[in-house]
């Protein structure tokens, strides 16, 4: 870690855009440990076993006909940031530039923000299934990412076994290519309420309602999530949840800061708000009948249905 070449990577930072992506991704590495990638062996073969046993426990407990990236990424630290600030880049890139009087200033200060950011990210990400939201290549419209140092830094944190909480993340994050692969439609209205809303804000507003909406499709992306992983998962994993909310409740007060800016208790919040939601759902219909929130947009389920599982059961199974 160089804190020094990370300061004047976003003290250079330049160009037109109200970030410098490019000062902000140097700046990320340069702040964090890369972690090692020095594979033991048979422990990339370990990663696709996970995916493929998930891939078909997934798909027998779903239903869902869906596929899983051919190419599984075992990352360091660097690796997940340099793939995710171009994610980062498309999204923020609906934002028109609003730099005022001193634009270098503002540059130099959005990209500092956003070298924490990732940083911070970088450091904490386990797995990621990336649908590739605003994406321009047609030929590979989606990815899955381990980020290896983090998964044993956790494991050994935790004091669990790596190969069966790197199995945990795997499932995980195979059920969210099955949301993708149940609903074709997903990425789109994803893509459209959040470039609504940054729009928005680009101009100087706010806008509630697609906010809300994608706060709602997303606590149901997460909540869905977890239903399949309490049906698929070949494990138990009890242990494994209330030793992750053991960790973040034993966060200091700065890391707890950094989640709450960068909208990680939110996350959080989604995870279980949704759960409960489809935890009523299957109690009392089924699990067929929570798949309905992907026939499509009009069935996900609205803020108020969330707290309300039975109003959305009422209108939606007819």
Request: no cysteine; charged share 30%; aromatic share 8%.
């Amino acid at each position: 870690m160089n804190l020094y070449r990370s300061a004047r990577a976003v003290a250079g930072a330049s160009g037109d855009d109200a970030i410098d992506w490019r000062s902000a991704a140097d700046a990320a590495k340069a702040a964090t440990d890369p972690g090692s990638l020095d594979l033991e062996s048979g422990e990339r073969e370990a990663y696709a076993r996970d995916v493929r046993d998930a891939r078909t426990a997934v798909r027998t407990v779903s239903g869902v006909d869906f596929d899983v990236p051919e190419t599984i990424e075992i990352q360091n630290r660097h690796h997940w940031i340099d793939a995710n600030v171009a994610t980062f880049e498309r999204v923020m890139g609906t934002l028109e530039t609003h730099t005022g009087t001193f634009p270098g200033v503002a540059r130099t200060i959005n990209t500092g923000t956003m070298t924490v950011l990732l940083s911070f990210l970088g450091r904490n990400v386990l797995g990621q299934y990336d649908p590739l939201l605003l994406a321009d290549a047609p030929t590979d419209d989606h990815a899955l990412y381990f980020v290896r140092p983090n998964i044993l830094n956790a494991a050994a944190t935790l004091d669990v076994d790596a190969d069966r909480f790197r199995r945990w993340i795997a499932f995980h994050e195979v059920t969210h290519a099955a949301e993708f692969g149940a609903a074709p439609w997903l990425s789109d209205h994803l893509e459209s309420r959040m470039q609504d809303g940054i729009a928005t804000l680009s101009e100087g507003a706010f806008d509630r309602d697609a906010f809300r909406d994608l706060d709602a499709a997303m606590t149901v992306v997460e909540g869905y999530a977890e239903l399949l992983m309490d049906h698929a998962f070949d494990d138990e994993y009890e242990d494994l949840r209330r030793k992750l909310d053991e960790r973040r409740q034993g966060r200091g007060p700065l890391q707890k800061l950094f989640r709450r800016l960068l909208g990680l208790g939110l996350k959080e919040r989604q995870y279980e708000r949704g759960k409960n939601f489809f935890e009523h759902v299957v109690a009392v219909r089924d699990l067929e009948t929570a798949s309905l929130v992907w026939e499509g947009p009009e069935n996900l389920p609205s803020h108020d249905e969330l707290d309300a599982p039975g109003a959305w059961i009422r209108r939606v199974d007819r």
